[in-house]
C-alpha cells in the first residue's frame, strides 16, 4: 500500500500547496482570503510546511506594514507531485479491488 | 502531475485556477497605463504649445514649452525605474485589489532567470520608441500618410506585443492587444469605412496603442474576478468538515498577521 504524505494530506495544507503550486508567490493575505481560515490556523500551517521544508517564508516590509510572501520550495513541489502520484495509485487500487468484487 | 483527465471537483483544479488568476491580475499594468496615459497627453499638449510658440515667433514661450517636455519626459524616465515609482503602483494595486492579497505568476523556476530574461526588454523597448518616431517624423514630413501610421506600427508593435506576451507568461487575455491592433491595421489599410476621418485620422494609433491595450486589460481583470471565486469555492470546499479549523497559535499583532 502506497504511503501518503501526512503534512500534505492535511486538508488545509493541502489546499495551501496546491494553491502555491500553482503560483510563483503568494502572501500572507491572499492564502487567509482564498481559504477563508483564521490567521492562527493559517500560521500553524504554515509552520509546518516550512518546518517541512516545502514552503519558503519571506518577511519584509511594504512602506511600514509588514509583509509576508510564500513560495512554494522545490522539496515541496516534489512532495506535491508524489502525494499526487499516491493519491491516484490508492484510487486505482481501490477501483480494481471493487470491480474484482 | 498529470491533471489532463482530471474532473472539475479535483483538488488539483485549485492550482490552475490559482494560476489563472495569478496570470490575470492586471490592476498594477492598469495603473502604469493610467499614468503613461497622462504624461502622453501632457507631452502632446506641450508639444503642441511649443508649436504654435514657433509658429507665432514667441521664442520664450517655445523654449518653455521645450523645457517642460525634457522635464516631464525625465520625470517618466524616472517613475519607470525608481523604487518610489514602483511602491506608488503597489499602494495603489492594493487599495484597488483591497483585502484579497497578492499572487503572481511567472511561471516554474521563472525567479532566477527572470532578471537577466527581462534585460533585453529596455532595448527592444528603445528599438520600438525609435521605430515610432521614424513612423511620426515621416507622417510630419507628409513621406507617410496618417491613415498608415498604424499599419506602419503594426509588425513591429505585434511582435514586440507577442514576446513580451511570451516572456512574461501573460494570460489569455494580454492576446487581445495586438489581435486588435492588427486587425484594426488590416482594416484601416485595406480602407475600411471606420470613424476619424481626415484630420483626425492620428486617433486610430491613440486607440490602437491606449484603447485596445486597456481593454485587454480590463477584460483581464475581469476575468481575474472570475477565477479568483472559482478558486475561493474550490479551496473552501470540505474544509470545515475535515478538521482544519482547529484551533492553532493566536496571530501576531498588527500588519498580516503571519
Known amino acids: 500500500m502506497t504511503d501518503l504524505d501526512r503534512t500534505i494530506h492535511e486538508p488545509a495544507r493541502l489546499r495551501i500547496v496546491t494553491i502555491l503550486s500553482g503560483v510563483d508567490v503568494a502572501d500572507f493575505n491572499f492564502l487567509l482570503e482564498t481559504l477563508g481560515l483564521t490567521k492562527g490556523n493559517l500560521s500553524s500551517h504554515i509552520d509546518r510546511l516550512e518546518r517541512a521544508g516545502y514552503v519558503e517564508v519571506t518577511k519584509s516590509f511594504k512602506g511600514?506594514?509588514?509583509?509576508?510572501?510564500?513560495?512554494?520550495?522545490?522539496?515541496?513541489?516534489?512532495a506535491l507531485a508524489a502525494y499526487w502520484d499516491s493519491l491516484d495509485a490508492i484510487r486505482a487500487l481501490r477501483d480494481n479491488t471493487g470491480s474484482e468484487q | 502531475m498529470s491533471q489532463s483527465s482530471e474532473p472539475r471537483d479535483d483538488p488539483r483544479q485549485i492550482a490552475k485556477w490559482a494560476e489563472r488568476y495569478a496570470r490575470s491580475r492586471t490592476i498594477p499594468f492598469l495603473v502604469q497605463w493610467v499614468f503613461i496615459l497622462l504624461i502622453v497627453v501632457v507631452l502632446g499638449a506641450l508639444s503642441q504649445g511649443a508649436l504654435t510658440a514657433w509658429r507665432h515667433e514667441q521664442a520664450g514661450v517655445q523654449w518653455a514649452c521645450v523645457v517642460a517636455i525634457a522635464v516631464v519626459t525625465l520625470g517618466l524616465l524616472w517613475f519607470s525605474v525608481a523604487r518610489w515609482g514602483q511602491q506608488q503602483i503597489w499602494r495603489i494595486s492594493q487599495w484597488v485589489y483591497g483585502k484579497e492579497g497578492y499572487a503572481a505568476y511567472r511561471g516554474a523556476g521563472a525567479a532566477a532567470g527572470a532578471a537577466k530574461r527581462m534585460r533585453w526588454v529596455p532595448a527592444a523597448a528603445a528599438l520600438l520608441a525609435l521605430y515610432h518616431l521614424v513612423g511620426a517624423v515621416l507622417a510630419g514630413l507628409h513621406m507617410l500618410p496618417m491613415k498608415l501610421l498604424l499599419p506602419f506600427s503594426a509588425p513591429c508593435m505585434i511582435l514586440f506585443l507577442g514576446v513580451m506576451i511570451v516572456s512574461q507568461r501573460l494570460g489569455f487575455w494580454a492576446w487581445l492587444w495586438p489581435v486588435l491592433y492588427g486587425l484594426h491595421a488590416v482594416l484601416l489599410a485595406a480602407g475600411a469605412p471606420l470613424p476619424f476621418v481626415e484630420r483626425w485620422e492620428f486617433v486610430h494609433i491613440i486607440v490602437a496603442v491606449f484603447g485596445w491595450g486597456a481593454l485587454s486589460m480590463v477584460v483581464g481583470h475581469l476575468y481575474s474576478r472570475y477565477a479568483l471565486r472559482r478558486l475561493k469555492k474550490l479551496a473552501r470546499s470540505g474544509l470545515s468538515e475535515t478538521g482544519a479549523d482547529?484551533?492553532?497559535?493566536?496571530?501576531?499583532?498588527?500588519g498580516d498577521g503571519a
Not at chain 1, 64 to 78: A, I, N, Q, Y
Not at chain 2, 246 to 254: T, Y
Request: hydrophobic share 15%.
Open chain 1, 64 to 78: 511600514k506594514m509588514p509583509h509576508t510572501e510564500f513560495r512554494l520550495t522545490s522539496d515541496g513541489r516534489e
Open chain 2, 246 to 254: 482547529a484551533p492553532g497559535p493566536g496571530p501576531e499583532p498588527g
